[in-house]
Nanobody
Framework: QVQLVESGGGLVQAGGSLRLACAAS????????MGWFRQAPGNEREFVAA????????YYADSVKGRFTASRSNAKNTLYLQMNSLKPEDTAVYYC??????????????????WGQGTQVTVSS
């Protein structure tokens, strides 16, 4: 059974950085695409970034492009999200998700099969 566990969230001042990690277990990590999503209170879940199974293709939401970097280590079964130049509007619960179907990485949450429990990121102004 595949499990996803996020870590690395916390409280940071605007302009600061955080690095999230998502540890996967239970299935060959290198065989599926991964994504990051976030949900702020009162808002719908939104796409942040997605990376292909090999890590060679990565996509970003316009709101984080140039500030966030998604990467993965298939050797460590871990997905990362490096977040720089954080803004108060980045405050949300961040989730990693796994897409077990073949194809390019998706920006749609409905395409993902498994989700982590989430980690809170709070950016103060």
């Amino acid at each position: 059974q595949v499990q996803l566990v996020e870590s690395g969230g916390g409280l940071v001042q605007a302009g600061g950085s955080l690095r999230l990690a998502c540890a996967a277990s239970g299935r060959a990590f290198s065989t599926y695409n991964m994504g990051w999503f976030r949900q702020a209170p009162g808002n719908e879940r939104e796409f942040v970034a997605a990376t292909s199974w090999s890590g060679t293709s990565t996509y970003y939401a316009d709101s984080v492009k140039g500030r966030f970097t998604a990467s993965r280590s298939n050797a460590k079964n871990t997905l990362y999200l490096q977040m720089n130049s954080l803004k108060p509007e980045d405050t949300a619960v961040y989730y990693c998700a796994a897409d077990f179907t073949n194809g390019p990485p998706s920006t749609l949450g409905t395409e993902y099969d498994l989700w982590g429990q989430g980690t809170q990121v709070t950016v103060s102004s």
